[in-house]
Every structure is written in C-alpha cells, then in structure tokens.
C-alpha cells in the first residue's frame, strides 16, 4: 500500500513511512528508521 498526503509532522513533505506507534504518516525527515517509529514517539513519549 502506497502513502500519500503530507507528513503529519510538519506537513511540508510527501509522507512515506506510517509509523506503528502514533499511526501518523510522515516524510523521510520524521521517520527513524533505527527506532522503526517517527521522530514525534521517540523524541516524547506521549502515552
Ligand atoms: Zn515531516
Ligand atoms: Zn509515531
């Protein structure tokens, strides 16, 4: 399955990854790919 829209994080970007933890969609620049989430769940965990 193919993402499109804008990355939920700065909403400037093409989304390419949804991360798994959030749900959110966001660019090559928001997602880590070490960490298999986006930058916003593991910058701060908010649950
Ligand atoms: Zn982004
Ligand atoms: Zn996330």
Redesign the pocket.
Known sequence: MSVTG????????T?RYTCGRCGRV??????NDAGGAC?ACLQGHQQ
């Open positions: 804008l990355c939920q994080i700065c909403e400037a970007a989304a966001v660019c090559g620049d928001h997602w930058t």
